[in-house]
Nanobody, 123 residues
Framework: VQLQASGGGLVQAGDSLRLSCAAS????????MGWFRQAPGKEREFVAV????????YYADSVKGRFTASRNIFSNTVYLQMNSLKPEDTAVYYC?????????????????WGQGTQVTVSS
């Protein structure tokens, strides 16, 4: 299974972007699909996740109220709507999927990763 992320770009503070992540196999059944980001010189950090079973979503405190994760279970695609972007949101954003579950905010719970898409927010 491959994950293909898209939608990154260069925007100004306060702008919005929408990231998409599609799984190559529509029959792929993940426990949850999430988003992480990694800024230069920093560790990869959890951003948001959507659980497959109940559709519940969880967010990092730094993005709550600004970012919204969603999913299309028929196309096995997840989205990350990012509003009110800040310069500190600048990072490479990765989508990931977990086929076995675990602690959703830990990268170790995910066994499939997309290639990353750059988001740059200028002040």
């Amino acid at each position: 299974v491959q994950l293909q992320a898209s939608g990154g770009g260069l925007v100004q503070a306060g702008d919005s972007l929408r990231l998409s992540c599609a799984a190559s196999e529509r029959t792929f059944s993940s426990v949850f699909m999430g988003w992480f980001r990694q800024a230069p010189g920093k560790e990869r950090e959890f951003v948001a996740v959507v659980r497959r079973g109940d559709g519940n979503k969880y967010y990092a405190d730094s993005v709550k109220g600004r970012f919204t994760a969603s999913r299309n279970i028929f196309s096995n695609t997840v989205y990350l709507q990012m509003n009110s972007l800040k310069p500190e949101d600048t990072a490479v954003y990765y989508c990931a999927a977990s086929s076995v579950g675990g602690f959703y905010s830990s990268p170790n719970a995910y066994d499939y990763w997309g290639q990353g898409t750059q988001v740059t927010v200028s002040s």
